[in-house]
Structures are given as structure tokens and as C-alpha cells.
């Protein structure tokens, strides 16, 4: 087992994993320029190319008229 796991096994996962990181870094390449070209104009990229993240709850404490509102849940009617 121990010749089946050297001699077959690892270097089969080596070239698959190497084949898999090459194809990443030209992933990027190719498609980054096309995202930010298209993400940039909506607003949703930073001019350094960072994704622009959402809000924090603390963030967007947009109240009406300065009150925070309540809010109340009812409870069901008995069905008879």
C-alpha cells in the first residue's frame, strides 16, 4: 500500500492540484478587468478595485423623525 499511495497516488494529486492552481491565477486574470469594468460603474467596487461591503446594522440607524420604531406583534384569534 505504501508503494500504490507514492508512486500512484501523490503524484496524480500533485499534478491535479497544479493543473487546478494555474487555471485560478488565469482565472483572475482574465475575468477581473471585465468585473471591475462592469462592478465600478454601479457603485459597487472602490476606485482600489476592493468590493465595497454592505452596511453594518450600527452603520444605518435611519430612524423617522429621529424615534426609533416599535415594534409589537399581535396575537392570533381563537378560532372556535
Same mark, same amino acid.
Given at each position: 500500500?505504501?508503494? &500504490?499511495?507514492? $508512486? =500512484? &497516488? $501523490?503524484?496524480? *494529486?500533485?499534478?491535479? !492540484?497544479?493543473?487546478v492552481m494555474g487555471a485560478v491565477g488565469k482565472t483572475e486574470e482574465i475575468f477581473k478587468p471585465l468585473f471591475l469594468t462592469v462592478l465600478k460603474p454601479l457603485g459597487l467596487v472602490k476606485e482600489d478595485g476592493e468590493p465595497v461591503s454592505a452596511p453594518t446594522p450600527a452603520q444605518s440607524t435611519k430612524? *423617522?423623525?429621529?424615534? $426609533?420604531?416599535? =415594534?409589537?406583534?399581535?396575537?392570533?384569534?381563537? !378560532?372556535s
Open positions: 500500500m505504501h508503494g &500504490l499511495d507514492d $508512486n =500512484v &497516488l $501523490n503524484p496524480a *494529486i500533485k499534478a491535479v !492540484v497544479q493543473t430612524t *423617522i423623525d429621529g424615534a $426609533n420604531p416599535e =415594534v409589537t406583534y399581535a396575537k392570533a384569534a381563537a !378560532v
